[in-house]
T-cell receptor, first 113, second 112 residues
Framework: DGGITQSPKYLFRKEGQNVTLSCEQNLNHDAMYWYRQDPGQGLRLIYYSQIVNDFQKGDIAEGYSVSREKKESFPLTVTSAQKNPTAFYLC????????????FGSGTRLTVV | AQSVTQPDIHITVSEGASLELRCNYSYGATPYLFWYVQSPGQGLQLLLKYFSGDTLVQGIKGFEAEFKRSQSSFNLRKPSVHWSDAAEYFCAVRTSYDKVIFGPGTSLSVIP
């Protein structure tokens, strides 16, 4: 079945360490997104990419980086510059045609230890 | 500015009771509207969507929503809530191909 796979489900980061969250989709969707979710704050857009080798900053891009080398993959790196990275991270994708709805992955919970 | 508001942060209903979750949006053109549901520790699942046509749309799990242009609203309803409906609900509006605005969410608790 088509969908979005995020891994790992849980991730622990030490202070000063970079970590990378994986997002893979087999829906042939063009655009992919990364959101951060904190309790009581809804979803905040970190980065998004409409096509391969191109991406744009969202509302809270500082301390994060992404790449889009393949249509299926959109990994997110949480760098040491992100001072408060503990959160739930969601990846999503959508197509240029069709119902325009987003398909979401099941999320990665990142905790700083 | 484009925005989505969900006036109720948290709602508690008894199992079997009816449910209405409110959503208001601010957008000049005809929007694409969505409702998503999120169970704890999970991603968001699409419940239903509105693009055009009939303003009453049916979704999965027995949910429906009504688009009211005059009120800029897209309220979600269910005639009889089940305990498994307890979750976080997000209203969203798609204003362009690459931009979707999510509301802050409404947390639903269901009393047995």
């Amino acid at each position: 079945d088509g969908g979005i796979t995020q891994s790992p489900k849980y991730l622990f980061r030490k202070e000063g360490q970079n970590v990378t969250l994986s997002c893979e989709q087999n829906l042939n969707h063009d655009a992919m997104y990364w959101y951060r979710q904190d309790p009581g704050q809804g979803l905040r857009l970190i980065y998004y990419s409409q096509i391969v080798n191109d991406f744009q900053k969202g509302d809270i891009a500082e301390g994060y980086s992404v790449s889009r080398e393949k249509k299926e993959s959109f990994p997110l790196t949480v760098t040491s510059a992100q001072k408060n990275p503990t959160a739930f991270y969601l990846c999503a994708s959508t197509s240029r045609s069709g119902d325009y709805g987003y398909t979401f992955g099941s999320g990665t919970r990142l905790t700083v230890v | 500015a484009q925005s989505v508001t969900q006036p109720d942060i948290h709602i508690t209903v008894s199992e079997g009771a009816s449910l209405e979750l409110r959503c208001n949006y601010s957008y000049g053109a005809t929007p694409y509207l969505f409702w998503y549901v999120q169970s704890p520790g999970q991603g968001l699942q699409l419940l239903l969507k509105y693009f055009s046509g009939d303003t009453l749309v049916q979704g999965i799990k027995g949910f429906e929503a009504e688009f009211k242009r005059s009120q800029s609203s897209f309220n979600l309803r269910k005639p009889s809530v089940h305990w498994s409906d307890a979750a976080e609900y997000f209203c969203a509006v798609r204003t362009s191909y690459d931009k979707v605005i999510f509301g802050p969410g409404t947390s639903l608790s269901v009393i047995p």
